[in-house]
Nanobody, 127 residues
Framework: EVQLVESGGGLVQAGGSLRLSCAAS????????IGWFRQAPGKEREGVSC????????RYAESVRGRFTISSDNAKNTVYLQMNSLKPEDTALYYC????????????????????WGQGTQVTVSS
């Protein structure tokens, strides 16, 4: 059974930075993608960024492009989301999720098409 554990959330002022981690255990193959999603109160869950383990492809939502960077330490089975120049509108509960055997670019899959989820980590950006 695959388990995902997020960490690194917290409270930061606007313009600050945080680095989220998603540690995966139980993955026995390399053909998967890790996606970062977020959900703010009263809003739908939205995709933020994703990483394809098999080819290293990375994708970003337009709202975070140029500010967030996704990376991976494959030896540790951990995917990171470096978030810079944070804005109050980035405030949300951030989740990582795994998509097994993706056929398309990882950004092509909606949240309901991912196979497993972490418990989430809260990011709060004050103005």
């Amino acid at each position: 059974e695959v388990q995902l554990v997020e960490s690194g959330g917290g409270l930061v002022q606007a313009g600050g930075s945080l680095r989220l981690s998603c540690a995966a255990s139980g993955l026995t193959f390399d053909d998967y993608a890790i996606g970062w999603f977020r959900q703010a109160p009263g809003k739908e869950r939205e995709g933020v960024s994703c990483f394809s383990r098999s080819d290293g492809d990375t994708r970003y939502a337009e709202s975070v492009r140029g500010r967030f960077t996704i990376s991976s330490d494959n030896a540790k089975n951990t995917v990171y989301l470096q978030m810079n120049s944070l804005k109050p509108e980035d405030t949300a509960l951030y989740y990582c999720a795994v998509k097994y055997h993706p056929y398309y670019y990882c950004s092509e899959y909606g949240s309901r098409e991912y196979d497993g989820w972490g418990q989430g980590t809260q990011v709060t950006v004050s103005s």
